[in-house]
């Protein structure tokens, strides 16, 4: 039972809170005549510098993406007669769209978020959250300078004003919470006590996660060259039409996944309920990207009846995978996954998906897709690879 200590603090609120570990025994008396409250919490010492890695691994990380993205295609051209602060008074556009704002106030979110995290030991509470806005504005303002030489950029105060109160709303929904939210310790404990000692399954199926901002052909279809020369000519209706295909790409995607997640986790976690709110997960990534990508009628592609037979089908059988040994469930996940890749490169695209590529408004979140189309790529060849890599492995 480890050590406690007793403190008085006078009202606490919500955002005081957030020096109390995650896991505190809060245990208080309060009185009609006082506003004072006793509370009794775990030594705070449990929190030092190397609590928070993952918080700050995931900040140089996402701080990586965002240049990433703001400077891509990266053919600056050194020779404008422009200086890097000449944006700063340039007037304000007549047209200001609004996707770019939101997309802007969207993106510097995590990063209002990952930092307060970051830098807990130093800084906390409205230190942190000071830090965090003047640095997203000076971070945000750099990349804006760069873009001063990039011929197919357009730097603004606009952007500048979006990115600042992304990190703004990002860093006020963090200082609420406890700091073992983020701390390395919890992500640990969670990753440990689902995957054991192999992290790979538990880094994969995340990329997973985040590779289905990318629009794809079918749902999960990912895996796909695009080579026109691989496609089996698109005019035909049996025995693979358009709704058939849709069913044997998820079914193989929710199986290929499925089993892979079930290889990687130990036996004694919860897997199927942990694998149903995985694939949740993903569904409700797809949806709100293609909303914010598309508009409303963006996710009749990704979620029709074809979607959720093929969801249904391939339920059921990571259903009864999970009864299997872990040598079924390998040889499963290798065979399906394998099956997905073959056939989302030889089927036609679903004229559906092409038509609403055409839909996409130009700059909605291209550069972003860039990077995401990759990943959406070479995930499952890194799953088939990892997954021969593993099979020496004892996983229980």
Same mark, same amino acid.
């Given at each position: 039972?480890?050590?406690?200590?007793?403190?008085?603090?006078?009202?606490?609120?919500?955002?005081?809170?957030?020096?109390?570990?995650?896991?505190?025994?809060?245990?208080?008396?309060?009185?009609?005549?006082? @506003? %004072?409250?006793?509370?009794? /919490?775990?030594?705070?010492?449990?929190?030092?510098?190397?609590? +928070?890695?993952?918080?700050?691994?995931?900040?140089?990380?996402?701080?990586?993406?965002?240049?990433?993205?703001?400077?891509?295609?990266?053919?600056?051209?050194?020779?404008?007669?422009?200086?890097?602060?000449?944006?700063?008074? $340039?007037?304000?556009?007549?047209? /200001?769209?609004?996707?770019?704002? =939101?997309?802007?106030? &969207?993106?510097?979110?995590?990063?209002?978020?990952?930092?307060?995290?970051?830098?807990?030991?130093?800084?906390? =509470?409205?230190?942190?959250?000071?830090?965090?806005?003047?640095?997203?504005?000076? +971070?945000?303002?750099?990349?804006?300078?760069? #873009?001063?030489?990039?011929?197919? @950029?357009?730097?603004?105060? &606009?952007?500048?004003?979006?990115?600042?109160?992304?990190?703004?709303?990002?860093?006020?929904?963090?200082?609420?919470?406890?700091?073992?939210?983020?701390?390395?310790? @919890?992500?640990?404990?969670?990753?440990?006590?689902?995957?054991?000692?192999?992290?790979?399954?538990?880094?994969?199926?995340? *990329?997973?996660?985040?590779?289905? /901002?990318?629009?794809?052909?079918?749902?999960?279809?990912?895996?796909? %060259?695009?080579? $026109?020369?691989?496609?089996?000519?698109?005019?035909?209706?049996?025995?693979?039409?358009?709704?058939?295909?849709?069913?044997?790409?998820?079914?193989?995607?929710?199986?290929?996944?499925?089993? !892979?997640?079930? !290889?990687?986790?130990?036996?004694?976690?919860?897997?199927?309920?942990? /694998?149903?709110? +995985? !694939?949740?997960?993903?569904?409700?990534?797809?949806?709100?990207?293609?909303?914010?990508?598309?508009?409303?009628?963006?996710?009749?592609?990704?979620?029709?009846?074809?979607?959720?037979?093929?969801?249904?089908?391939?339920?059921?059988?990571?259903?009864?995978?999970?009864?299997?040994?872990?040598?079924? #469930?390998?040889?499963? $996940?290798?065979?399906? *996954?394998?099956?997905?890749?073959?056939?989302?490169?030889?089927?036609?695209?679903?004229?559906?998906?092409? $038509?609403? *590529?055409? *839909?996409?408004?130009?700059?909605?979140?291209?550069?972003?897709?860039?990077?995401?189309?990759?990943?959406?790529?070479?995930?499952?060849?890194?799953?088939?690879?990892?997954?021969? =890599?593993?099979?020496?492995?004892?996983?229980?």
């Amino acid at each position: 039972m480890p050590s406690v200590q007793q403190i008085s603090v006078g009202r606490m609120g919500l955002l005081d809170d957030f020096i109390l570990p995650v896991n505190a025994h809060t245990c208080y008396c309060r009185k009609k005549s006082s @506003r %004072w409250e006793t509370f009794s /919490i775990q030594n705070m010492s449990q929190f030092n510098s190397k609590s +928070f890695y993952f918080a700050r691994v995931m900040l140089l990380v996402y701080l990586v993406l965002v240049a990433y993205v703001s400077l891509t295609p990266f053919n600056f051209d050194l020779g404008r007669d422009l200086r890097p602060w000449d944006w700063l008074f $340039a007037p304000t556009p007549r047209y /200001i769209p609004l996707f770019d704002v =939101k997309s802007n106030i &969207i993106a510097y979110l995590p990063l209002g978020f990952f930092m307060v995290f970051a830098l807990y030991t130093r800084v906390r =509470k409205w230190q942190a959250l000071l830090f965090s806005v003047v640095f997203g504005s000076l +971070f945000s303002g750099t990349l804006e300078s760069l #873009q001063t030489y990039l011929p197919t @950029r357009i730097p603004s105060l &606009i952007d500048l004003y979006s990115n600042s109160l992304g990190m703004l709303l990002g860093a006020l929904f963090a200082i609420p919470l406890s700091p073992g939210w983020l701390s390395g310790n @919890r992500v640990e404990k969670i990753r440990a006590y689902y995957f054991g000692k192999h992290q790979g399954f538990f880094i994969l199926l995340l *990329l997973c996660l985040v590779a289905q /901002i990318y629009p794809q052909n079918a749902w999960l279809g990912m895996g796909d %060259w695009g080579l $026109a020369a691989m496609r089996i000519s698109p005019y035909w209706t049996i025995p693979l039409d358009n709704a058939s295909q849709a069913i044997l790409i998820t079914t193989l995607a929710v199986v290929g996944i499925g089993n !892979f997640a079930l !290889f990687g986790m130990r036996r004694q976690a919860s897997a199927l309920r942990v /694998i149903g709110l +995985f !694939f949740l997960a993903m569904f409700l990534v797809r949806a709100l990207i293609a909303q914010f990508q598309f508009g409303q009628g963006g996710n009749f592609h990704m979620w029709n009846l074809s979607i959720m037979i093929g969801l249904l089908i391939g339920s059921l059988l990571i259903y009864l995978a999970s009864l299997a040994r872990k040598n079924t #469930q390998w040889y499963l $996940a290798i065979l399906a *996954l394998t099956g997905q890749c073959v056939i989302v490169n030889l089927l036609p695209n679903n004229p559906y998906y092409l $038509a609403q *590529l055409e *839909l996409l408004p130009q700059g909605n979140l291209t550069h972003l897709n860039g990077v995401l189309g990759w990943l959406a790529l070479m995930w499952p060849y890194l799953a088939i690879v990892f997954l021969c =890599k593993s099979k020496r492995f004892h996983l229980d």
